[in-house]
């Protein structure tokens, strides 16, 4: 963070900026809404830099989220919040994805854009080869495929593959990845929307590892 500008003196955020080294600038409220996209802005806007995370990120990662043509900023903020929460060790986003840095993925993560390592602007195919060169197994995502997710083995380094909001993860990415997995589902929906079936999966992983953990503990005993 740089400069926060406020519009109340006893806004919170200026106490903490302040005590952090932040630069703090007094404003009004007309200047805040100008600056601000929201219908009622809280009366504080900051200026930050937005870190930098190489794909060298993930040579070492057990879990990463490859947003491969994730359009919607609400869908992707979603998975980048959803992989913070659950332990994912990087996001990498495609250049064919929306920008992680527009306000309204920002608020979609609920900050969680600066809680883990996110990758911006990667070419697929280049992507999918290096996380596969790192060892990680690349598992594709659609609303129909022939394996359904719990009945693959995630306890291994996976990079999981999320698509396009209405048609999963595209035709060239299928071709690159390992194998194409699909949520199951009994209800009468078609499909999930990208964060909703992004978080999913990652759950889905996380819940795996836990049980393989706790497996292992009743063995040593």
């Known amino acids: 963070m740089v400069e926060v500008y406020l519009a109340d003196d006893g806004h919170p955020v200026g106490a903490l900026a302040e005590a952090s080294g932040i630069t703090v600038t007094p404003t009004t409220e007309r200047v805040i809404a100008s600056l601000s996209e929201t219908t009622t802005p809280q009366g504080c806007v900051a200026v930050v830099r937005t870190p930098g995370a ?90 129909r495929a022939a394996a359904p997710v719990d009945s693959e083995d995630l306890t291994g380094r996976i990079a999981f593959v999320v698509g396009n909001e209405s048609r999963g993860v595209g035709e060239g990415a299928r071709r690159l990845v390992d194998r194409v997995v699909s949520i199951p589902m009994s209800g009468r929906a078609e499909s999930l929307n990208a964060g909703v079936a992004g978080s999913v999966l990652l759950y889905e992983a996380v819940r795996q590892r836990r049980e393989a953990a706790r497996l292992s503990l009743r063995r040593d005993d």
């Open 54 to 143: 190489s794909l060298g990120t993930a040579a070492g990662a057990g879990l990463v989220l490859f947003l491969a043509e994730v359009r919607d900023p609400g869908n992707a903020g979603t998975l980048i919040r959803s992989a913070a929460a659950l332990g994912a060790d990087c996001v990498v986003v495609s250049s064919a994805s929306v920008d992680v840095w527009s306000s309204k993925t920002v608020r979609a993560s609920a900050g969680s854009v600066w809680r883990l390592p996110v990758v911006t602007d990667a070419p697929l195919e280049e992507t999918v080869e290096t996380l596969r060169s790192f060892g990680l197994r690349l598992l594709g995502t659609a609303a």
